[in-house]
């Protein structure tokens, strides 16, 4: 068997029928080991948590950079059989499950609990206009590893990532009970996804904190370096999880299932 142990403070209960949450100090990246887990067999909704990640990833091949032992790092197993690619709704499904469950982790500490956590198009959250989270769904074509990291702790952040990234101790001010109480949201996370993957009005709910929703936005299509981009106004998202967006001067939306908003 791996060589995991579950660590004390992370014994958190897992909705996804009791699966294991496994715990390292410090791993290359959660997806990596989450694969390896894959390969010996362990239940769907297992989980692989860390405090530091030595090459975390981020989507379009970018990096995921967030200090040790202050933040939310964790890949979940989800083993869903055969399927030709992800489906854009999971990732969104995942985004919306996320964004409720940091709600209501802020609403546990403090008043500003009322805001909203959006979710952007496809894989962002966004808090206080800033963002504070990401997901990266991964795949072998059988089973799908959900990556999530959320600045939880953090208060410092690299030069360039300083106008576009938040955290909860930034949006609460309370930087060591947030950070102390990070487990409590994985747990809290957990329980979201798992009700939000088999909820038929997930859309609904995701409608109502799409970040730029009605807004004139400027989407690139396709890879994160492309030169093709649309500009008009966000409209919402289909059931697929594509995302609709009104041209200016168009008669009706078009449908985007890759590419991002260029927006922040
Ligand atoms: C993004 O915003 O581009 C997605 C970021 C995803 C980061 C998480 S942290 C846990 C998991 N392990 C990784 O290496 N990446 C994901």
Redesign the pocket.
């Known amino acids: 068997m791996f060589n995991l142990f579950i660590k004390p403070a992370v014994r958190v209960k897992n909705p996804f029928n009791d699966a294991p949450i496994f715990y390292m100090d410090t791993v290359s990246?959660?997806?990596d080991v989450c694969r390896e887990l894959e390969r010996e067999n362990v239940p769907h909704g297992t989980v692989i948590v860390a405090d530091f990640?030595e090459k975390?990833?981020?989507?379009a091949g970018?990096s995921?950079q967030a200090n040790g032992g202050e933040n939310l790092?964790?890949?979940v197993l989800l083993r869903f059989g055969d399927f030709s690619a992800i489906p854009t709704a999971l990732t969104l499904k995942t985004g919306l499950a996320a964004a409720l469950a940091v709600e209501d982790f802020v609403a546990l500490f403090c008043e500003r609990g009322n805001l909203s956590c959006m979710v952007k198009w496809p894989?962002?959250l966004m808090f206080d206009s800033k963002k504070i989270a990401?997901?990266?769904a991964e795949s072998d074509g059988k089973n799908v590893f959900i990556?999530?990291?959320v600045n939880v702790g953090q208060t410092v952040f690299p030069t360039e990532l300083r106008e576009k990234a938040g955290s909860l101790a930034l949006t609460t001010g309370m930087a060591d009970v947030v950070k102390s109480a990070r487990f409590r949201l994985l747990e809290l996370i957990l329980g979201r996804l798992q009700q939000e993957l088999s909820a038929k009005d997930w859309r609904e709910r995701l409608l109502g904190r799409l970040y730029k929703r009605g807004e004139a936005v400027r989407f690139i299509v396709g890879r994160a370096d492309s030169d093709v981009t649309v500009e008009g106004v966000l409209v919402g998202v289909r059931e697929d999880g594509g995302l609709l967006v009104l041209p200016h001067g168009a008669e009706g939306p078009s449908v985007f299932v890759t590419g991002e908003l260029d927006v922040y």
């Open positions: 990246s959660t997806m990640q975390g990833r981020g989507r970018r995921w790092i964790f890949t894989n962002d990401g997901i990266l990556g999530i990291g």
